[in-house]
């Protein structure tokens, strides 16, 4: 399958690159799984001493079941490097996050981190936002407040957002791990998004939003010929 052999090799790329003994900030979704397995490979051949700090309930069971040391933000407020993944990133490393709706604690292990290392398919990598991801930008809001955010987002930024549902498997919305809702604001054109990610978060009810500007140190991108594409 080209597009998990993409992910295994940005990710494996990435924890070879970066990762050394210390305290590492483990993202969220599907490709962050392919450098889990890396890091407890490193840990098992190379005697690589890590303690890594989850970004989600995902990210934790992936910790456990890999059998590396568990840490928590409190214990450890400043990070080596987290590595995670992203949704969609444009030329300068502005990233949409939040597809797996983790995008809060995922923001949080970035700006603690001193690098924060970005691993992905070809897929991932766009010129401009919006190019190939289609289901906007996450906005993690306070579930009183998410029709009152919803308006006020429409009405200074434009576009459409609606509420993230949970689907066949619960009947409702998404309820994050935090215990609010998200909202997918689907945007029209591209925008000043240091601006947008300032101007999400000060509506009153806005937890965070997944916007990741100027946060990224690197970013690798598996392709499918096998090769892997890096910008930073
Ligand atoms: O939800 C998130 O922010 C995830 O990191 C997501 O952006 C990447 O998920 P994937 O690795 O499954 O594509």
Redesign the pocket.
């Known amino acids: 399958n080209p597009v998990e052999n993409a992910?295994r090799l940005a990710a494996f790329k990435a924890v070879d690159n970066h990762v050394v003994n210390g305290v590492i900030g483990i993202?969220?979704?599907?490709?962050?799984v392919y450098a889990v397995e890396r890091l407890a490979q490193r840990v098992k051949e190379e005697g690589l001493e890590v303690i890594c700090v989850p970004s989600s309930f995902q990210a934790k069971q992936l910790i456990i079941q890999h059998g590396l040391r568990l840490g928590d933000l409190e214990m450890h407020p400043e990070l080596k490097v987290t590595i995670?993944?992203?949704?969609e990133s444009d030329k300068q490393l502005t990233l949409?996050?939040?597809?797996?709706?983790?995008?809060t604690q995922?923001k949080i292990l970035a700006s603690c981190a001193e690098e924060f290392i970005v691993?992905?398919?070809y897929r991932?990598a766009s010129d401009n936002l919006g190019q190939q991801w289609s289901k906007g930008i996450?906005v993690e809001v306070i579930p009183s407040a998410y029709r009152s955010v919803y308006q006020r987002i429409e009405k200074a930024l434009g576009g459409k957002s609606e509420l993230r549902m949970s689907g066949a498997s619960k009947a409702g919305p998404v309820v994050t791990d935090n215990g609010n809702f998200i909202l997918d604001w689907n945007f029209e054109g591209v925008k000043n998004w240091r601006e947008v990610e300032i101007s999400l978060n000060m509506i009153p009810g806005v937890v965070e939003n997944?916007l990741f500007v100027g946060m990224a140190r690197k970013a690798y991108f598996g392709m499918s010929d096998g090769s892997v594409m890096e910008r930073e």
């Open positions: 992910k993202g969220s979704g599907s490709t962050v995670d993944g992203a949704d949409i996050k939040g597809g797996g709706g983790c995008l995922e691993i992905a398919d991932k996450p997944g």
